[in-house]
């Protein structure tokens, strides 16, 4: 699985420690899922919106889904669809491990509430692409800790 960067990145990660930058994002493999988000300024409880794409998932990937809250359960929103392939997405949720498959005819859109692991305070999704590649995915997860 593929945990944020390559392996061709270890002297880039090097100089990047050496110099205290944060940007290992530059690095990160083009066929794995990705997110960008952003959060709610001064809001209660921690909003965010993170926009979720790849053109190509062709390896097994994951996303962690960060927030600086203490509240130790977040409420989610997951609206995911592929435009070729297949792509199994496995979260956890209050009940346990779960996982589904997006294809272009099945789009995944639900609501759940996950548990936060304690000490990062995140939750994390995996991708992983189902017998080959899966193209064009594109959704999103917002998520918040009332």
């Known amino acids: 699985m593929i945990s944020g960067l390559s392996a061709n990145c270890s002297k880039a990660r090097w100089l990047l420690a050496v110099a205290a930058l944060a940007a290992p994002a ?16 001064a809001s209660v409880h921690d909003e965010w919106t993170c926009t979720v ?7 097994s990937s994951s996303i962690e889904f960060d927030t ?7 409420q ?3 609206a995911l669809r ?6 199994r997405v496995r979260y956890s949720d209050l009940s346990g ?17 996950t548990k936060m692991h304690p ?17 064009g995915l594109a959704g999103t997860v917002k998520y918040s800790t009332p």
């Open 26 to 41: 530059a690095c990160a493999p083009h066929d794995i899922a990705r997110a960008s988000c952003t959060n709610t300024l």
């Open 53 to 59: 794409k790849a053109d190509l998932v062709g390896r």
């Open 68 to 74: 600086e809250s203490r509240n130790q359960v977040a």
């Open 76 to 78: 989610v929103s997951i």
């Open 82 to 87: 592929v435009t070729k392939g297949a792509l």
């Open 97 to 113: 491990s779960q996982q589904v498959v997006v294809t272009p005819s099945e789009p995944l859109s639900f609501d759940m509430k």
């Open 119 to 135: 000490q990062r305070r995140s939750f994390t999704m995996y991708f992983e692409p189902v017998n080959g590649q899966a193209e």
